[in-house]
């Protein structure tokens, strides 16, 4: 996806004209969140299948397999589909992970919260939609919609998690906001979580399909990101900054996750952005 943002609104007549469709499972090169207001989803993720009735909230992380079905429920469906890069939201992208880390769908109760949250939809469609959208307003409206979403409790108790694994990876994930600038080895997370280095590999692979050092590395180039968009700080700076001593190492990790160099990606942004 080229677009730093890109909201749309999916019918029931949408989700009639899918009915005869054939849709594999896939991976995306963008996060999506999907409102719920009315309708359903079938949803093929993480290796369970599930069926999941609005109003609900669901979070597809870039990367993940998964298979997403919308459809009618007694006649009805109306979802929101956002999808945005994650460095247009790189000052929270890593909370989002967090919060949807272990349960991809989540049935939030029907109140004024909720409209409030199709609310903030339509006017993030309305900027969209304007001759030239304001990306800071758009990005306010979010950040807004997402602060509801986290506020929310499950409606059903079970769904939140009890799994000793996924406590073990929220934790994980907590230890490493307090420490992924600084340059510390896989060991020192494991060593705080009181376990070795490969069971809290094996944790993160079940949880993420990532490795711990993949998500370490995650985590430093989402920051990179925020740095590179949002201050004037130089590309040595930056690296520094996050534990990488040589601007040449910075650059080639960079490039090696991103597939562009520091600068360029600075460049390319400036220009989606201005």
Known sequence: MQELFKIFRFTAKDAKALESE???????????????AEGKISHFIDFDDEIVYAPFVSFVTQGKPHLLRPQTHEGKCDLWVIRFRSEFMSETIFKLYGYFHNRANITLPTNRCFNRLTS????????????NP???????LFTSL??????EKPENPDQESSNAHSQTYANFLRILEENFRRPVKISFYAEKLFMSKRNLNLICQEVMQQSVGEIIETRKLTEAKNLLINTNKTIA???FELGYNEKAYFSKVFKRKTGQTPSAFKKEMKQLIS
Do not use: A
């Open 22 to 36: 054939s849709i594999e499972p896939h991976v995306h090169d963008f996060e999506e969140l999907i409102i719920g």
């Open 120 to 131: 903030l939809c339509e006017m993030m469609l309305d900027e969209v939609e304007r001759p």
């Open 134 to 140: 304001n990306l800071s307003i758009i990005k306010q």
């Open 146 to 151: 997402l602060t509801m979403v986290y506020n």
């Open 237 to 239: 700076e930056i690296g």
